[in-house]
């Protein structure tokens, strides 16, 4: 139980392109989802936290216009990088919480964005 | 806001020797504490996790303690194994904010 997906795992883009990043609760409801970042050998960086049927709450420094958050319903909630650059290049990585359970945040595998 | 430090951020042990990992927390409010295994290229696998109102919980060869008056929390795991080299990433959260704060994370390296 408790399994999050990611789609795509991994994808290559040219600068300039916006890219969205799919994240589904496949065996339970998920009012909260949350998105992160990982630099290589650095740890989780919190960018934002979704909530189903809300407006996202991002973080100190994220530009909520460049990454645009959706939580359309209690098991997706998708991330799109706008007007992607070089610099956006990262490990995204996504996680849920089980509704109505504080505290315990199941992750996806991730998804690998390069940037041209 | 909440401030993780995780100690060491790399380890190296014998095959079937015990690694244990450090993590402090600044905020007294904080009662929940996950500990999380990544291996490359994957995301982040809960493998134990405590709560303020507990002292210690195992799983196998997995346990976690936890000290609240020194805020501090340690993973233990025993009989180390190959498959066990990940990096390690222990987190701390209130209940109500739901947000994980990350310890840097610890690379462990079991050497057969």
């Known amino acids: 139980g408790a399994v999050v997906s990611q789609h795509p795992s991994w994808v290559i883009c040219k600068s300039g392109t916006s890219v969205k990043i799919e994240c589904r609760s496949l065996d339970f409801q998920a009012t909260t989802m949350f998105w992160y970042r990982q630099f290589p050998k650095q740890s989780l960086m919190l960018m934002a936290t979704s909530n189903e049927g809300s407006k996202a709450t991002y973080e100190q420094g994220v530009e909520k216009d460049k990454f645009l958050i959706n939580h359309a319903s ?3 909630s998708t991330l799109t990088v706008t007007s992607a650059h070089p610099e956006d290049s990262s490990f995204y990585i996504c996680s849920a919480r089980i509704s109505g359970r504080y505290g315990e945040q199941f992750f996806g595998p991730g998804t690998r964005l390069t940037v041209l | 806001g909440e401030n993780v430090e995780q100690h060491p951020s790399t380890l190296s042990v014998q095959e079937g020797d015990s690694a244990v990992i450090k993590c402090t927390y600044s905020d007294s409010a ?10 490359l290229g994957k995301g982040p696998q809960l493998i134990i996790d405590i709560r303020s109102n507990v002292g210690e919980k195992k799983d196998q060869r997995i346990a976690v303690t936890l000290n609240k008056t020194a805020k501090h ?27 994980l704060t990350f310890g840097g994370g610890t690379r462990v390296l079991v050497k057969p």
């Not at chain 2, 504490?33 to 990544?38: A, G, S, T």
Request: aromatic share 18%.
């Open chain 1, 74 to 76: 209690l098991t997706l």
């Open chain 2, 73 to 99: 929390f340690s993973l233990h795991i025993t009989e180390t194994q190959p498959e066990d080299s990940a990096v390690y990433f222990c987190a701390a959260t209130k209940a109500a904010g739901n947000k």
């Open chain 2, 30 to 39: 904080s009662n929940y504490f996950p500990w999380y295994k990544q291996e």
